[in-house]
């Protein structure tokens, strides 16, 4: 049982260390070694945009967005003639108080009638005309300000202003936040600095500098475009290389074929201009020693991949020098 258990395990670790080996056979694979490495600024711990469907298109400010201005509110106004209309209820409602009091006194035998008595009633031919002019003062009072009532009621009811509806507020697709408004935002603020600054030559360069470096890569020798590389990609290209060469082994590439240069994202920080471009192509990707012998990849199955390669210049500068590569 202890030899099958040892067995076991040295048949896993032998399994790791070819795969380890495996892994840095294929992390010598082209130029960088097929994996991301070195710094994009404040933006080398973010995955690089994805490429906009559409074109990049000249950065323009923003519209603003417009403020919400609510229907005109009306005011509702106080009934007119407040004042007056009280004061003549209060003296309404005094002089039939004190005609109701004469009459209860008169009937209680404390004086006599104002109008000399009808039938003994104490109730003469004058308190009944005051009665009926009292009545219908009271009437036309009554009604007025019913009337007045409903005229307020119905002009508050049908006034101009209405509750607004509440929605959730969804910005207009021209001020969605999106990868193409911030790459024109970085493009126009690179031309602020450099006019001549052109979308279609910068590709241009960018496919020349891959293929310059692969070559040298292939050559392992990276002095011809040293001039293309920031201080810390050549450091670190310069270690695989070294590599390849204490090995004695060749990463050859060959009928190289760039499908397609789509500039994801351009900004400005701290005195350097930055631009990361995607770059997909297909390639024959294989390893061999000095000899000739294919030791990695395949020399007769195309390999495609795509890479963001981030490139930085000091502001006003005009060369362009590789400061990344990211894998997609």
């Known amino acids: 049982m202890k030899r099958i258990m040892i067995r076991l395990l040295s048949i896993g670790a032998l399994t790791l260390l070819v795969g380890v080996s495996v892994g840095q056979g294929y992390a010598e694979a082209r130029a960088g070694g097929g994996r991301s490495m070195g710094s994009r600024g404040s933006r080398s711990y973010s995955r690089p945009a994805s490429p906009s469907s ?14 919400y201005t609510p229907p005109p509110y009306q005011q509702p106004q106080p009934a ?44 003469g031919l004058f308190e009944i005309v005051l009665l009926a002019g009292i009545a219908y003062l009271i009437y036309r009072f009554v009604k007025a300000r019913r009337q007045e009532t409903t005229v307020y009621r119905g002009d508050f009811q049908q006034s101009s202003y209405e509750q607004p509806t509440l929605h959730q507020y969804q910005e207009p697709p021209q001020l969605q936040a999106t990868a193409g408004d911030d790459l024109a935002r970085g493009i126009s603020h690179i031309r602020q600095m450099d006019a001549s600054f052109d979308e279609a030559r910068f590709k241009d360069q960018v496919m020349d500098s891959f293929f310059r470096i692969q070559g040298a890569w292939m050559h392992r020798d990276l002095t011809p475009v040293a001039a293309l590389l920031t201080p810390e990609m050549r450091r670190i290209m310069q270690d695989d290389v070294d590599r390849l060469l204490r090995e004695k082994r060749i990463n050859r590439l060959e009928n190289i074929a760039v499908r397609n240069v789509e500039i994801t994202e351009a900004w400005q920080e701290q005195g350097w201009d930055f631009v990361t471009a995607l770059i997909y192509a297909n390639l024959l990707d294989y390893t061999t020693d000095e000899a000739g012998t294919v030791v990695g990849g395949s020399n007769v199955e195309p390999v495609k991949f795509e890479e963001y390669w981030t490139f930085a210049r000091a502001i006003g500068a005009s060369e362009w020098q590789l400061t990344a590569i990211d894998q997609k």
């Open 54 to 67: 559409q074109p990049a298109p000249s950065a323009q400010p923003a519209p603003q967005r417009p403020a």
């Open 80 to 123: 007119r003639g407040g004042f007056f209309r009280n004061m003549a209820g209060g003296i309404m409602g005094g002089m039939l108080g004190g005609m109701l009091g004469g009459m209860l006194f008169r009937g209680m035998g404390f004086g006599g009638g104002w109008g000399g008595g009808v039938g003994g009633s104490g109730i």
